[in-house]
């Protein structure tokens, strides 16, 4: 066919055309809301490069809980800001039951919201060195050593109520070492959300303010987390995540992976996930401060492109504000 029969701008002539023909939409069913929790009663702490987003006392996160239930937000995830008295070049606070994050699981969980809810299983919130695991005398991350704490803490988190444990530091086997622990444990239930693809990323840095790790880091991720440079080795991460017992996988960043995010949705079935980190949420804020374009319209169109990638869902601090808009 060809022109003039066929002509493509016949389907774009008006807004109910445009609207029968989308191949892609978004649902308040597609956001993972992440949140983050600190100390207190009544607390709320804004974070400097993350405007519009802060940190919330337990009592007020449980109304964000609810906010998101209500806006039809499927699941929320969790992140601690650690009293600095309790990070340690071990991070014993991890396994601790009445941690931060236990204890924010156990309120919502006893409110009654009907929200699942996703904790975070690395060190970096609980270590004085900000690394995700132990560390040897050079610096090193020491791979085998973590993962029996990662799976420790784990089981900490699925006791405290967490429906899904979702391990973002990136270190070798730790998907096994997680699963075999809930099933021993009995939470045949509680279901991994692996950071199957994450990358040793720039935009990063909001997060790490708001955890309170960023000014601590000593080094760099790159020894674990994977090289941007590389598109290929993400199935290799995919394939040992699914077969150590994954549910779903996830690529972290988003906006600029959006072509691994393709690769991996063309060659498995699993529900995958992309993580739009604080660094993108900022790109949209500050872009929109400066004046260089419309924000609503710049963030759906971010969001948009997640769904044509391939993606089930995805991670966004904008997931309330954009749950209530659809
Ligand atoms: C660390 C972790 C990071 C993020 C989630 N978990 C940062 C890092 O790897 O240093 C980043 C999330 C974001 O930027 O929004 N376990």
Redo the contacts with the bound molecule.
């Keep these: 066919m060809s022109y003039p029969a066929t002509r493509m701008r016949r389907r774009r002539q008006a807004p109910w055309m445009r609207e029968m023909l989308r191949e892609h939409r978004l649902h308040p069913s597609d956001f993972i809301w992440?949140l983050f929790v600190c100390e207190g009663q009544g607390e709320e702490q804004p974070i400097g490069s993350l405007r519009g987003v802060a940190r919330w006392s337990i009592d007020l996160l449980v109304e964000r809980a609810k906010e998101a239930a209500d806006a039809g937000i499927p699941a929320i995830a969790l992140?601690p800001n650690t009293a600095d008295k309790l990070r340690s070049e071990t991070a014993d606070e991890a396994l601790n039951p009445d941690n931060l994050i236990c204890r924010a699981t156990r309120a919502i969980r006893e409110a009654g919201v009907e929200i699942g809810i996703m904790t975070?299983v690395?060190l970096?919130p609980y270590t004085s060195h900000g690394h995700?695991g132990l560390i040897d005398g050079e610096g090193r991350v020491l791979n085998d050593a973590t993962v029996e704490i990662l799976a420790r803490q784990a089981l900490v988190q699925a006791d405290a109520g967490a429906d899904i444990v979702a391990p973002?530091?990136m270190m070798d086997g730790r998907v096994g070492a997680i699963r075999e622990a809930l099933e021993d444990a009995g939470h045949h239930d509680t279901a991994i959300m692996a950071?199957a693809a994450?990358y040793a990323s720039a935009?990063?840095g909001?997060?790490?303010e708001a955890v309170g790790?960023g000014g601590r880091l000593k080094g760099d991720?790159r020894g674990y987390?994977m090289d941007p440079a590389n598109g290929r080795e993400a199935l290799d991460e995919i394939d040992l995540d699914l077969g150590e017992g994954a549910d779903f996988v996830m690529v972290?960043?988003g906006m600029l992976y959006l072509d691994v995010i393709a690769r991996i949705a063309d060659q498995y079935d699993a529900p995958l996930f992309a993580?739009m980190?604080?660094?993108e949420?900022a790109m949209i804020e500050e872009a929109a401060a400066a004046g260089a374009g419309n924000r609503e319209a710049m963030l759906m169109e971010a969001l948009t492109a997640f769904k044509r990638a391939g993606c089930t869902g995805i991670l966004s601090?904008h997931a309330l504000e954009v749950a209530r808009k659809l």
Aim: neutral net charge; aromatic residues 26%; hydrophobic residues 15%.
């Design positions: 992440p992140f975070d690395a970096d995700d973002s530091d950071y994450k935009l990063y909001p997060f790490r790790s991720k987390q972290k960043p993580y980190t604080s660094g949420y601090y």
